[in-house]
């Protein structure tokens, strides 16, 4: 049973770019969150994904968007990349929206913005 | 004052201590709460969850004190592979937005 995978594993992005990160979730589940990690803290709850909608959102600007696809797959979106964009980025599925304690993470995508 | 704090250590300690961590919360109006486990340049893992009468998994014990907004995880007998990073998780009211404190560091040594 394949856990939640990213792609890419790293990347390396210059000022001003967009880039596209991709999540497919662990078997069963139907909800994809979005993290973003920075050196030496927790993760930060993006938003959440969930019947192909947004449902929740944290604090992030517009800049960041996503999408969720039939399958439940999902990818997270960034334009106009910032140097305060470089962190890891955490993709993480549950059974439903408020399940946490069914919330699988996979193993993340770092971004290097120059 | 942020919503969920925690001291970043590290907290160093010899195999077979007991250490204990406490994470404090801002909003009196969290209502779930969790303990989450990340090794070095991995993905965090549930550990587990806080229930009001506090509850064990272990040599894991977790409490919650509402009165005084914290949550706290007590590690009996530590293992060199205890050694990771532990994350608290607080969710307020029906948002169901997960708030991470920045972690809590252990090193266990022989």
């Known amino acids: 049973d394949a856990g939640v995978t990213q792609s890419p594993t790293h990347l390396i992005k210059t000022r001003g770019q967009q880039v596209t990160l991709r999540c497919s979730p662990k078997?069963?589940?139907?909800?994809v969150s979005w993290y973003q990690q920075a050196l030496g803290q927790g993760p930060q709850f993006i938003f959440q994904?969930?019947?192909?909608?947004?449902?929740q959102r944290g604090n992030f600007p517009d800049r960041f968007s996503g999408h969720q696809f039939p399958n439940y797959s999902s990818e997270l979106n960034v334009n106009a990349l910032l140097l305060g964009d470089s962190a890891l980025y955490l993709c993480a599925s549950s059974q439903t929206p408020g399940r946490i304690d069914t919330q699988y993470f996979g193993p993340g995508t770092r971004l290097t913005v120059l | 004052r942020k919503e969920v704090e925690q001291d970043p250590g590290p907290f160093n300690v010899p195999e077979g201590a007991t250490v204990a961590f406490n994470c404090t919360y801002s909003?009196?109006?969290?209502?779930?709460f969790f303990w989450y486990r990340q090794d070095c340049r991995k993905e965090p893992k549930l550990l587990m969850s806080?229930?009001?009468s506090g509850n064990e998994d272990g040599r894991f014990t977790a409490q919650l004190n509402r009165a005084s907004q914290y949550i706290s995880l007590l590690i009996r007998d530590s293992k060199l592979s205890d050694s990771a990073t532990y994350l608290c998780v607080v969710i307020t009211g029906g948002s169901y937005i997960p708030t991470f404190g920045r972690g809590t560091s252990l090193i266990v040594h022989p």
């Open positions: 078997s069963g589940h139907d909800t």
């Open positions: 994904y969930y019947e192909e909608e947004e449902r």
């Open positions: 806080v229930y009001s």
């Open positions: 909003n009196s109006a969290s209502q779930s």
